[in-house]
């Protein structure tokens, strides 16, 4: 399927807490090239979105493909979505699929892409995206972690930073033990035309609540195929501090 499948790698210049991090030096290489790298291991048609020349400049400079998107967009979703129009335009074609990845995790396992193409083998997927199995109580109450539960289907029919389900009747350290519970991987996939849909739809009560704009999504109607996967999300980069321990790992890799 990799050749009907678009990656987009959404990459502002703009963060508060690492002004410039798609260009932040992670070894001899900037963060957004190990991210590009990793992804052509997976896919033919792989994407920098960006809103800064700066960006396509680097990514045109080590061989890559960019595109420049509009600095207005709220999020990366919505810049995968202008991306996905343009890139149609310059390939001269359509694609089957709209991967979006995240810009700054530069050790990510390519073999995510393709566990989340596979949601895609079903025809009636609309919208994907990847959970693992939680292992440690600590981890099902950290707020900062998305969890989801899933209908027999393996569709997600609530994202929440809180824990969910609860157990009633259960010690809280115990919890990883008497239920599986699992946490969302931040990587999507959207048929085409559900992508320009998503993204024109409002803010809505329950994304408010838990800033989670996959659950504008589930608010509207559209279904969200889970596709299970063994490997673990790896570093994300947003601070100076990140960015220290990423150079760390990275020379630790590369002995």
């Not at 997976?42 to 420049?68: C, H, P, S």
């Not at 990847?130 to 099902?140: A, C, D, G, M, Y």
């Amino acid at each position: 399927m990799s050749n009907k499948v678009l990656g987009v790698i959404p990459a502002r210049y703009s963060s508060s807490r690492l002004p410039g991090k798609p260009l932040a030096m992670i070894g001899d290489k900037p963060m957004i090239q190990h991210v590009y790298e990793n992804c052509r291991k997976a896919l033919q048609n792989v994407y920098v979105a960006t809103d800064d020349q700066r960006i396509i400049d680097a990514v045109e400079a080590f061989g890559g493909k960019a595109v420049m998107t509009a600095e207005y967009h709220t999020s990366g979703t919505e810049r995968c979505a202008e991306a996905a129009k343009i890139v149609s335009g310059i390939e001269n074609r359509n694609f089957d699929v709209i991967l979006n990845i995240q810009g700054d995790e530069p050790f990510f396992d390519a073999n995510q892409l393709f566990d989340i193409q596979r949601c895609f083998e079903k025809p009636g997927t609309q919208i994907a995206t990847l959970v693992n199995k939680i292992r440690s109580s600590e981890q099902i109450f950290d707020e900062k972690e998305a969890k989801v539960i899933l209908n027999k289907d393996e569709e997600a029919i609530y994202f929440s930073r809180s824990p969910i389900p609860f157990l009633q009747k259960v010690k809280k350290d115990d919890w990883a033990v008497y239920h599986t519970f699992y946490r969302q991987i931040g990587i999507y996939g959207y048929r085409p035309g559900i992508l320009l849909e998503i993204v024109k739809l409002a803010l809505t009560p329950l994304e408010k609540a838990e800033s989670l704009e996959q659950l504008r999504w589930l608010e509207n109607g559209y279904k969200v195929k889970c596709g299970l996967t063994e490997i673990e999300e790896t570093m994300c980069v947003d601070t100076p501090e990140d960015l220290q321990k990423a150079n760390e790992l990275y020379h630790q890799l590369n002995k």
